[in-house]
């Protein structure tokens, strides 16, 4: 054995790096079926408790406000103890309410039970970028990126099945609450056990941990650098940026995953197949991160800087959203389900854009912290639209929820493609890099 920085080393793991990258991926499949389990049996409760669309919302709403105003708080609490026990403390405690929910016996259990489990889950996405900026160079952060936030995707299309067929077997609801809400437990095990910063990984070897640091023009991964506060990430046009950017694309995706399958049960779409159909679009979003992280990942390794590669990606893929407006016009199952999923496929490839421009954009003292302050913002515009989405469906029906989400795409690439470039001049406080 030999000893760096002072940490005894054991024989290294080769690309220990990706190995990180797997276990953050296998975290978010976990956080999005504990998520979508309620979704996927959406239908069922609302036939057992009598909840119309707008019941359901409030119920939506519950998990979306806590999960909205934690995330920020929690942003700050990882940039501040650290992404090993951040993350650990939120699985573990969202994995407790998952199980917990097996009792729900109501309107206000389930409420309250879905409040707890948005404060436990707001971690996911902050801890994440903030482990990606950690551990990996400029030209693989999308790839990385693209990675943990197919999770998303893998995690809503297993839901539904696992769902249907828990239920199946137990002819009860209780029990897919109970199975799905117990598998966070077992992926803390594993993550206590293999994550540590670069500098202070036991099991990294010299050369991959040289890569790294190469890869970061210079930025430490260790403890030290500035002084990160929200007054001062607020100061930058960056931060405005992906604050207003994810305020307007966010609620798209969650159009898809809380919606779809109360909008094909609505066209006439019995409820197994609402339930299974809704796992296609989810699975070609999982396609959409890869695709988009490959392809920007190859574009940096061809020379072009960081947020122009990203930016190109959402310039291409933000507009194209606007197929949604054809899906009101189809009344064929197999075209409705294609149009979705290139809708989530699209929406995908903007995603992991600016879930890694964070980690382009800022040193990594500072990457928890934006990301939680963008991350509120997409919240609190998924609770208005959550339930604007149920009062319109319960009056109108989803024609005009759909010509409104097809649009939106549009505004939201053109703010980030227009705010969230480089300064001509270096950041004297050191918190803006250069991307």
Known sequence: MTEKSGVQLKRPIVRLRWWIGGLLFLVTVINYVDRQTLNANAEILKGEYGWSNTDFSYILNAFQLSYTVMQTVVGRLLDVFGTRIGIAGSVAFYSLIGVLTAGAGGFYSFSGL?????????????????????????????????????????????????????????????PVFLITGSFGFLWLFFWWRLYHSPRQHPRIGEGELEYIEAGRSGVSVSGEGPTVTWKKVLGYRQTW??????????????????????????????????????????LCAAGGNFFAGSLSSYLVHRGWSPGR????????????????????????YGI?????????????????????????????????TVMGLAGTSAGVSTLLTTYLIGLVADTYGFAPIMAVAACIPLFATAVFVVLVRPDREPDPEGILQRF
């Not at 604050?243 to 809380?258: A, C, E, K, Q, V």
């Not at 959402?314 to 064929?332: E, I, K, R, T």
């Open 336 to 368: 409705l389900l294609a149009i979705f999923a290139y809708a989530a496929f699209a929406y995908t490839c903007c995603g992991t854009m600016f879930l890694t421009l964070p980690t382009d954009v800022f040193h990594p003292r500072a990457v928890g």
């Open 241 to 282: 940026g992906l604050i207003l950017g994810r305020f307007l694309l966010d609620p798209f995706w969650f159009l898809i995953t809380n919606w779809f399958v109360v909008y094909l049960h609505g066209r006439g779409f019995d409820l197994k197949s609402s339930m299974l159909g809704s796992s296609v679009p989810l």
């Open 309 to 332: 590669s990203r930016r190109m990606v959402l310039s291409v893929f933000g507009p194209s959203m606007a197929v949604l407006l054809l899906a009101q016009y189809v009344d064929n």
């Open 114 to 174: 879905r409040f707890l489990l948005g404060a436990g889950e707001a971690a996911n996405n902050p801890g994440g970028a903030k482990a990606v900026s950690e551990w990996f160079p400029a030209r693989e952060r999308a790839l990385a990126v693209a990675l943990y936030n197919s999770g998303c995707a893998v995690g809503g299309a297993l839901a539904p099945i696992l769902a249907v067929t828990i239920y199946n077997v137990s002819h009860s609801w209780r």
